[in-house]
């Protein structure tokens, strides 16, 4: 099975500007997770997508939204960029069943820089 | 809420040396815990799970990880490092209903030769 895999893999943009990042899962996983990754704070949950809904979301602003499609692809967006968006976005998918714990799978995440 | 502390931001250790990288959990209820590596530049890459069907859990590359309740501890061992061990190590834990990850701060890992 192919792994989950990101595109762009790294982007400079400038203040102000907008970015759309994408992520597609692997083959059956239907739950796809978003990250924001910078040495300062770590790991910073964005918000989690099932069947097209989001059923979680993570403490940023309305500049970073999100979507997932029917065949459970998924896009990010950050509009008005700040310097301090510069980071790595790691996209995760899992198959998800109620009550059980299963294991995220990542990407290899995009690089956003911007200037 | 969920979390997991990490104790060590940076942990060294020579080659050979037993790796010892520290996590905590808070849970009220028996949590299901993760462990993850990241080499430079890449993604997160799951090393082993904890899912209560044993406290003693085996994961690839030669890493094991004990799940003591009375400790709320699940930390990650390896008896030999090796210089390839050198990355970021994450520890994880997922809510009850399953959607939502919960990461540690991370535990950068130095082998010296």
């Known amino acids: 099975k192919a792994g989950v895999t990101q595109t762009p893999r790294y982007l400079i943009k400038t203040r102000g500007q907008q970015v759309t990042l994408s992520c597609s899962p692997i083959?059956?996983?239907?739950?796809v997770s978003w990250y924001q990754q910078t040495p300062g704070q770590g790991l910073q949950f964005l918000f989690e997508?099932?069947?097209?809904?989001?059923?979680n979301k993570g403490n940023f602003p309305g500049r970073f939204s999100g979507r997932q499609f029917s065949n459970s692809r998924s896009e990010m967006n950050v509009s008005t960029l700040e310097l301090g968006d510069s980071a790595l976005y790691l996209c995760?998918?899992?198959?998800?069943?109620?009550?059980?714990?299963?294991?995220?799978?990542f990407g290899p995440g995009t690089r956003l820089t911007v200037t | 809420a969920q979390s997991v502390t990490q104790l060590g931001s940076h942990v060294s250790v020579s080659e050979g040396a037993l790796v010892l990288l520290r996590c905590n959990y808070s849970?009220?209820?028996?949590?299901?815990l993760f462990w993850y590596v990241q080499y430079p530049n890449q993604g997160l890459q799951l090393l082993l799970k904890?899912?209560?069907?044993?406290?003693l859990v085996k994961g690839i590359n030669g890493f094991e990880a004990e799940f003591k309740k009375s400790e709320t501890s699940f930390h990650l061992t390896k008896p030999s490092a090796h210089m390839s061990d050198a990355a970021e190590y994450f520890c994880?834990?997922?809510?009850?209903?399953?959607?939502?990850?919960?990461f540690g701060t991370g535990t950068s890992l130095t082998v010296i030769p």
């Open positions: 995760a998918s899992s198959v998800f069943a109620a009550g059980v714990p299963y294991e995220q799978y």
């Open positions: 083959s059956g996983h239907r739950s």
């Open positions: 997508y099932f069947s097209e809904t989001q059923r």
């Open positions: 849970s009220s209820v028996p949590p299901y």
């Open positions: 904890y899912t209560s069907a044993a406290t």
């Open positions: 994880a834990v997922i809510t009850n209903t399953g959607n939502q990850f919960y």
